[in-house]
């Protein structure tokens, strides 16, 4: 089997007004590997590239746009107010085919949504059925405010979403993006790119997915800031693999991670986070914090902070990671203080996601942890 039928994907083609232009973009998923191969441990992928191959997706998705009050995506249509811009230009995208095997695919079949006006916006992917590509481009202008939630909901199999994400957030603008994804027990691939002039803030959560690769790659121009929060939460069989990789590029340049994982049942998951400061980066500081705390003695998960540091003139570069099961002795205050296992373990599982998630993340992982019996 294949990740999708070649004539089917071919033929999807034709309903775009730039169809060499994303013929060319398919040639490229054919020719490209998953992965580079690395020896190094920290280096290397844990995403299992064979779950993909496995799919065998038998239609791709090319949905109708329309217009409407808010933004949705799902398998026959895309709804969005007038000012939000969707297309079939690729213009001012930040990613190239050569970014990776599944980035080619998703720029070949997906429709181009533009986000370029301040404002809140929340965007609802909903796939259920074959490859459901989207991308995205959000471009801030000087001292505008964005703020963009992402909401992936996966109901259905099989079914491939190919999310990508390319921001640009201007000097003096502040720009916010949160990607939730909700897996459906499916694989996806959900990538983000991003050039910093200004401040952006980043948090993604995934959580039930039977492959997921997050990425978030950054770059920090001068007397920019980056903060950004990566969450994994794997329960059952799932299998989460989220990778954030900073690159400070300018002077005075700042960037702020924390990576956070929890596992339960039998659930693997990788949250690594890379930041580099590069030699004409003076100035500029980078801390990365890791933790993950595992509920099950069959689950697995890792917290990997990396630092590369090529300048010796920097104001910080720090990083730490702990892997841990619930504190014992914590249990035990809290049970003495008539709380049962179950509700003291609760009670410890939020607080240690608390200060990293937003609204409508914590009420999945609320929902998810009462379906766990906390």
Known sequence: MTLADPDILRKSLSQFNNQAEREDLLSAYYAIPYQAIHDSPT?????????YERLNIRNVNVPKVVEGSEIIIDDEKIIRPSHVQVSDSMKGTLFRKDD??????AMAT?????????????IRHKAS???????????SSPRDLLNVTYLLE????????????SIEAEKDSSVSFSGVILGGRNPNFISVKANVRGSLNTTLFSTESSMSHVSLKT?????????FSALALGTERDRIDMVTDVSHVGAKSVSDGKLKGITADEAEISVRGIAEIKEEATDSSTSITGRAMILSPFSHASVVPMLEVKTGRVVMAKHSAAVSKINEDMIFYLKSRGLTQKEAEGMIIRGFIEDEVTDLIRDKIEQILYHLGY
Do not use: C, F, Q, R
């Open 154 to 165: 996966v109901n259905g199999e099989p079914v491939l979403p190919l999310s990508l994400i």
């Open 100 to 105: 990776g095997k599944l980035v080619s695919l």
């Open 129 to 139: 059925s074959g490859l459901s590509p989207i991308h995205l481009i959000i471009k």
């Open 43 to 51: 280096i290397k992928t844990y995403t299992e590239w064979s779950t």
């Open 110 to 122: 997906a429709k181009v949504m533009k986000i370029e006006k301040s404002g809140n916006y929340v």
């Open 219 to 227: 770059n920090v121009d001068s007397n920019a800031k980056s903060t």
